[in-house]
């Protein structure tokens, strides 16, 4: 049982992963369709901005955004995200594995860093933890389903740092946090974790009054 928690199953869950979000890409493209135009889109002259014009844009741009509400959830959101997804990546103990079983690593930051860049995605998870506890008009929203998914972001994190300070028993440490990065990467497709993908495609691809982009699809 344990050979295939630390064997088998790690590949099954990265098939699971890739295989499912290249599913629900192709079922994107599958259910919506090009916007058919009452009439022909308004062509937007785009004028020659100095430098300066241009940062005065793009800064008056993000008024009506997240930033402009609430710059803390705005900042803890993007540092909790970039070390999400850039620690387990640039992490020596998971490089050093993959080296091992398929030949090929990334670039690996210091362990001291990754320690610290662990505990700022745990504190980042505690702080959305309690905006959902203690904010009466973000607990009004959230369901069991949210906390859910917030454990299962947080917890290959709080058992990857236990692992890294041996604290408790290392093989069962070590065998539960596969598994909680094992259910991570399978229920990322099939959950509202799936937003890793749709978060592109909704605002680059769909109209509404977020998009990014025109957004010439529609349902
Ligand atoms: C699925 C298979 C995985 C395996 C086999 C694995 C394996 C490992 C190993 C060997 C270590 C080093 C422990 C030590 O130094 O003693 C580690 C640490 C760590 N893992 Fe994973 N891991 C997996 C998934 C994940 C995922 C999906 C994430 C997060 C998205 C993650 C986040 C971490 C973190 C943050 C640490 C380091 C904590 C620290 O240094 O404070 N792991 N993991
Ligand atoms: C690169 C792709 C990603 C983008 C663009 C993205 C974007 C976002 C946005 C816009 C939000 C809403 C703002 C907020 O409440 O913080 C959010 C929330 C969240 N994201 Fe992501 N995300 C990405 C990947 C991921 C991944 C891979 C995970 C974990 C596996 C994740 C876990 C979460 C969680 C747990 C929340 C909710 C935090 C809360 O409880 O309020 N995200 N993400």
């Not at 599913?23 to 004028?47: C, D, G, M, N, V």
């Not at 803890?76 to 995200?81: G, I, P």
Request: contains cysteine.
């Amino acid at each position: 049982m344990l050979a295939f928690i630390r064997g088998q199953l790690i590949s099954i869950a990265f098939v699971v992963f890739v295989l499912g979000l290249i599913f629900h890409f192709i079922q994107f493209f599958r259910l919506t369709r090009k916007k058919e135009w009452a009439y022909p889109p308004l062509e937007i002259k785009s004028q020659k901005k100095t430098p300066g014009q241009w940062v005065t844009s793009c800064l008056a741009s993000l008024n009506g955004t997240l930033w402009k509400t609430y710059p803390v959830v705005t900042v803890m959101t993007s540092v909790f995200h970039v070390f999400l997804i850039g620690v387990p990546l640039f992490l020596l103990g998971h490089n050093m594995l993959l080296s091992q079983s398929w030949g090929l690593s990334f670039w690996s930051l210091r362990e001291s860093v990754t320690d610290v860049l662990t505990v700022v995605v745990i504190v980042c998870a505690a702080f959305f933890l309690g905006r959902r506890l203690f904010l009466a008009r973000v607990r009004a929203i959230t369901t069991a389903y949210d906390y859910l998914v917030l454990l299962i972001a947080v917890a290959p994190f709080l058992t990857g740092y236990f692992a890294y300070h041996q604290w408790f028993d290392y093989r069962t440490v070590m065998t539960i946090h596969i598994l909680s990065g094992v259910v991570m990467l399978i229920t990322i497709p099939f959950t509202k974790l799936g937003h890793m993908l749709f978060f592109f495609l909704y605002r680059f691809l769909i109209g509404t009054e977020y998009s990014f982009a025109r957004g010439a699809r529609a349902w």
